[in-house]
């Protein structure tokens, strides 16, 4: 049986191949880890980066350096939606965005979907499922742009220890409600887990799953340049390098 060769794209026709397109996308990716494990610095170490302190702790971790530039959310999820919104409608100079942190985008949802609730009241699950769609509604938009525009876009997530009661198996996920983990994880190209090699300053980013880690990459299957499924002391344009590689 003989394969059909498709002729490249022109102007007359709206496909193309997968490696025209891969070829002007930026990459998206989602980084989760512990605090101190280097999310932030991995963020920020992508070229001409603006990072996007949700967590009000960036400022602090990156100390004094010049050569990054910071957007502070100072007013909740108002500023969110004011901050994406402006950078989707203007010319900007920066060609890497990183969020810091999904986690506490998720916190600022909550609160907006709860406005006007008595205090110590617990979310309901509608609330908990509006609160989900708005930050999936930033990370959705954001891959697409890195896609279409060709920015490279990255999150990170807090994580935290989770009992499967069925097995025991304590797992490592994303601090997120199951319904948004699920929704990065269908949205996203790259989901590592960046951790500190114990007894070491090396940092290894794991972007394949194990038996308590959720972790992947999209790539082609028959690429000689696959990255691999761990990165020693990985940072933003080593990333970005590997994976437009592959």
């Known amino acids: ?33 512990y605090p101190g494990s280097g999310k932030t610095e991995f963020g920020a170490s992508g070229p001409k980066p603006l990072v996007i302190d949700v967590d009000g702790t960036a400022v602090r971790t990156l100390g004094g350096r010049t050569d990054v530039q910071i957007m502070p959310i100072r007013n909740g999820w108002e ?24 986690t506490a985008m998720q916190t600022y949802a909550l ?35 890195a896609r ?40 996203s190209d790259t989901m590592g887990y960046l951790a500190v090699a114990p007894n070491s300053d090396t940092r290894k980013m794991l972007l394949r799953s194990t038996g308590r880690v959720l972790a992947k990459h999209h790539q082609p299957r028959n690429s000689p340049h696959k990255l691999p499924p761990e990165l020693e002391n990985p940072t933003f344009p080593m990333f970005i390098d590997q994976a437009k590689k592959a």
């Open 1 to 33: 049986m003989t394969t059909a060769v498709i002729s490249p794209a022109t102007a007359s026709v709206p496909w193309k191949t997968p490696a025209e397109l891969a070829d002007k996308q930026g990459v998206n990716i989602v980084v989760f880890c």
């Open 148 to 187: 279409e525009r060709g920015v490279h876009v990255g999150f990170a997530v807090h994580a935290e220890e989770v009992k499967d009661e069925s097995t025991g198996v304590v797992l490592i996920r994303m601090a997120l409600t199951p319904g948004c983990i699920k929704g990065v994880n269908q949205a």
């Open 111 to 145: 609160k907006k979907v709860m406005v006007g609730a008595a205090p110590g009241v617990m979310p309901s699950q509608g609330q908990y499922g509006n609160a989900n769609e708005l930050v999936l509604d930033i990370v959705r938009t954001w891959c697409g742009q």
């Open 79 to 102: 500023d969110i939606e004011k901050i994406s919104n402006y950078l989707l409608t203007r010319n900007h100079p920066f060609e890497s965005i990183w969020w810091d942190t999904v």
